[in-house]
């Protein structure tokens, strides 16, 4: 026994210490290698052919790296399994790295990559010098990758010599802040960061960010960096900020809205430019703020049991204009009751985006029984949150005559009538004048 413990505890040493120096080790990653197929084109849209692919990712390019010691699965293209150097480390991210037995994997994707000379005016000059030095003359390819549960979203270029199926990430840019939610006036952060290849004769001239801003097909500039003359080319969005320090320092390109409103809703991408290279991350923003709610009138009368009231309840400020309402009552005897969603108004968007939708509520004699009284409520569900407001509300007397009391009313009314009849007659003998009056006219 003891000597089966102590083989445990050396082995357990040596594991520790192969961790140590091989730090934790980066995912293999399965892929799919998407292209245009061959000899389409002359304006047919170009049809796309996908293979299995398989990376495995190395930091240190002096090492063999684990991954390559390991043989790749049979049903994968030699030519498609690749030894990616990643000194960045972008790739070993623990977001691209599925639990053991995960049925769920990253979502990975390489494409072929042509660098070229960027075209909008902001990174341009990046390539001024217009010759394409001859270290581009290599295979370049682009991947993208998506973390588990939204974590992370990356894409890098990388580089291989020329059919050697070992290239090097060159630039990669990512986001943690894949999907973001905000309320209405708050600072959101849109985070976006990039890394480079200090070494690649590319990375010393400057690089160049861009944040664009896309709804519904419709797209606009947000913010555009010229890295070279250090300047802000352009922004369409006055209250939108990059901290150029950390930029500079940290490749931290994240952007900052100082103040989220409805319109800023959308989807956001950061492109970071090197001289012939881009590499670009989205990220989904989505602005929620629930109604404020009101029911009016706010304070109730006290109604009679015949008498109705109608109830209004808004829903204001709220975005996007996914809203249910609906109306509660709740007894003095506690039970809660569902009163439906009552009559409900179209949506009325305001100025600032925002939307506001009501319903109305009739109490009383057509509605439903609410014995003496309680709390009536409305409900606003909404993904920014649920709302209610509460009004209470008081019935006073018996609601409606019942069986007994319309028996005991006709008992009386025949009893009135009785007692009439009698007075008629004692006083008809006595009163002569008003006989003969009634014989005129009926004459
Ligand atoms: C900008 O980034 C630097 C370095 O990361 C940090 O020290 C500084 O506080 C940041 N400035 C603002 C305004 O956030
Ligand atoms: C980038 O900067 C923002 C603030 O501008 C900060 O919140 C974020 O943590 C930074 N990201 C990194 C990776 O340092």
């Not at 943690?176 to 939610?181: I, L, P």
């Not at 319109?263 to 950061?270: A, L």
């Not at 706010?298 to 609906?326: D, K, M, Y």
């Amino acid at each position: 026994m003891t000597e089966i413990s102590t083989i445990y505890k050396l082995s357990l040493i040596a594991f520790i210490y192969a961790l140590q120096v091989y730090g934790t080790p980066c995912p293999v990653l399965e892929c799919w290698f998407v292209q245009e197929k061959p000899g389409r084109g002359g304006g047919f849209p170009a049809a796309m052919s996908q293979e299995k692919s398989m990376l495995y990712i190395r930091t240190d390019p002096g090492s063999t790296g684990t991954g390559s010691k390991q043989n790749p699965p049979k049903d994968i293209n030699p030519a498609r399994v690749y030894y990616v150097t990643d000194p960045g480390a972008s790739l070993c991210s623990p977001a691209l790295c599925p639990p053991e037995g995960d049925v769920q994997k990253p979502h990975c994707e390489i494409n072929p990559f042509l660098p070229q000379p960027a075209l909008v005016k902001w990174a341009a000059p990046l390539t001024d010098s217009a010759h394409s030095p001859i270290y581009l003359q290599a295979d370049w390819l682009s991947a993208s990758l998506q973390g588990l549960d939204g974590q992370l979203t990356l894409s890098t270029v990388m580089r291989a010599p020329t059919a050697t199926n070992k290239p090097s990430v060159i630039l990669s840019v990512s986001s943690r802040t894949v999907s973001v939610r905000s309320r209405l006036g708050e600072p959101v952060l849109l985070d976006c960061g990039f890394w480079t290849d200090s070494s690649s004769p590319l990375s010393g001239s400057g690089f160049s960010v861009e944040w664009q801003y896309q709804f519904r097909g419709e797209g606009r500039l947000v913010l555009a960096y010229d890295g070279k003359s250090d300047r802000l080319a352009e922004t369409a969005e006055d209250r939108a900020e990059l901290n150029f320090t950390a930029l500079h320092q940290t490749g931290n390109a994240s952007l900052t809205l100082q103040e989220a409103q409805v319109r800023h809703s959308g989807t956001y991408i950061c492109t970071v430019y090197l001289p012939y290279l881009l590499a670009q991350v989205a990220i989904d923003l989505q602005i929620e703020e629930p109604p404020s709610l009101s029911i009016s009138p706010a304070t109730l009368p006290i109604l009679f049991p015949e008498q109705s009231i109608s109830l209004q309840c808004e829903a204001a400020g709220f975005a996007p204009h996914l809203l249910e309402l609906r109306w509660e009552f709740a007894g003095t005897d506690g039970g809660v009751r569902p009163l439906g969603e009552g009559r409900l108004s179209g949506h009325r968007q305001a100025a600032d985006g925002t939307f506001t939708q009501s319903s109305w509520l009739e109490l009383g004699r057509d509605g439903p029984d609410l014995g003496r009284g309680g709390e009536v409520t409305c409900v606003a569900l909404h993904p920014g949150g649920t709302r209610r407001a509460t009004v209470t509300l008081s019935i006073i007397g018996v609601r409606g005559p019942s069986v007994e009391d319309s028996m005991a009313m006709v008992a009386v009314a025949l009893g009135l009538y009785g007692l009439i009849k009698i007075f008629s007659w004692t006083f008809g003998t006595t009163g002569s004048t008003e006989k003969d009056s009634e014989c005129k006219k009926e004459k």
